[in-house]
């Protein structure tokens, strides 16, 4: 369903494709894949104090360490000094894997060599808006604001399925940053783009960084390709319903896409 939506867009956008300049698009959207190395940990605390376990996902409980996955975008030039943009992937990994401990996790015990199946779900939706400050034919230097909206699942059963406990919650954290873009002649061009968040929020505590660097090379008036590394970082504690704990999670990668604009800002 993912791939279907990503090239519906793709297709509707080379339709209306309209500008002459490969990188002066009003709108465009792109498409790609994304090759992360990941590491997780992650702690659910139970009811009445009970303290959670602090798990290695990747090494306790045989998660993979590594995985490709797709992602989506759309860019809204307002102006030439206004954007909108907005970023979506997701990942989900399970794994298998005799614990070499007992392990707490909610309200529930998995005891010592018991055969446990867990899965870790993460869905990410990052939306911002950009003011440039410099703003010209060659470059553009944006303040940025906006949020990271994630969604995370973790649970854990035994293979005969007699203990079983899931935590789960959705973490909207305010992000600033900055975003730099330059032209590198007529058919090249890179940006960088930094944002972070460092506070205690409803009720999260803790961090979140996310960075990323790209190449473009526009070959035509309205295609784009383009290389780069997007790393992302969240640290949190959080004291909710559905998940009273902390999670600490991190992909980092080279990802490369398509992007195919339309409109023109000039």
Known sequence: MRTCVLLSFLICAAALAQS???FDHRFSVSAGGY???????????GNGGRVG??????????????DTL??????????RRHSLDLLYFELGRRGTRNISRDINFR???????????????????????????????????MGQFGVHYTQVKA???TATGSIRAEADTDVPLPVIGIAYQRRLGEHFAFDVTAQIFRLTFDDYDGS????????????????????????????????KDHWNGSFDFGYHGPWAGVLVGFGATK
């Open 35 to 45: 090759w992360p190395d990941i590491d997780t940990t992650i702690r659910a605390d």
């Open 208 to 239: 979140l960084n996310n960075a990323v660097a790209n190449f473009y090379w526009g070959p035509a008036r309205h295609f784009t390709m383009f290389v780069g590394y997007n790393y992302y970082s969240i640290n949190l504690d959080a004291n």
């Open 20 to 22: 002459d300049d490969p």
């Open 155 to 157: 649970g854990l059963d």
């Open 53 to 66: 376990t602090s798990l290695d996902l990747e090494s306790e409980l045989g998660l993979t360490d590594r």
């Open 107 to 141: 309200d529930q015990t998995y005891p010592f060599q018991s055969t446990i199946n867990s899965l870790f779900e993460t869905n990410v939706l990052r939306l911002s808006y950009g003011y440039a400050f410099i703003a010209d034919d060659r470059q553009r230097l």
């Open 70 to 79: 797709l992602a989506g975008g759309m860019t809204w030039n307002i102006t």
